[in-house]
């Protein structure tokens, strides 16, 4: 059994960082890719950003290019999601997720764990 943990989640104010931790666990964790999507409310889970598990490769998605950074500790099978510049727009609950193969980023159904979510609200 895989587990999938997310933590770090919060309230700021606009223009404020946060850091995402994301840690993976089980008897033999293989991730061939972890990913981080949102969901806002009334709104469907999209894909943020994702990581190869060597790192080799990353993709974002346009609303967050240059302000969030995802990162990876293979060591800790610990990935991290540096937000800075929130808007109140990122405010959603943020879902880590992990992938055994190889694949489309932004498909849902090829994430084999996810975890429980954390809030992210970014408000004034």
């Known amino acids: 059994q895989v587990q999938v943990a997310e933590s770090g989640g919060g309230l700021v104010q606009p223009g404020d960082s946060l850091r995402l931790s994301c840690a993976a666990s089980?008897?033999?964790?293989?991730?061939?890719?972890m990913a981080w999507f949102r969901q806002a409310p009334g709104k469907e889970r999209e894909f943020v950003v994702g990581i190869t598990w060597s790192g080799v490769r990353s993709d974002y998605i346009d609303s967050v290019k240059g302000r969030f950074t995802i990162s990876r500790d293979s060591a800790k099978n610990t990935i991290y999601l540096q937000m800075n510049s929130l808007k109140v727009e990122d405010t959603a609950v943020y879902y880590c997720?992990?992938?055994?193969?190889?694949?489309?980023?932004?498909?849902?159904?090829?994430?084999?764990?996810w975890g429980q979510g954390t809030q992210v609200t970014v408000s004034s």
């Open positions: 089980g008897r033999t964790f293989s991730a061939a890719r």
């Open positions: 997720a992990a992938s055994s193969f190889a694949g489309t980023w932004w498909r849902l159904s090829e994430y084999n764990y």
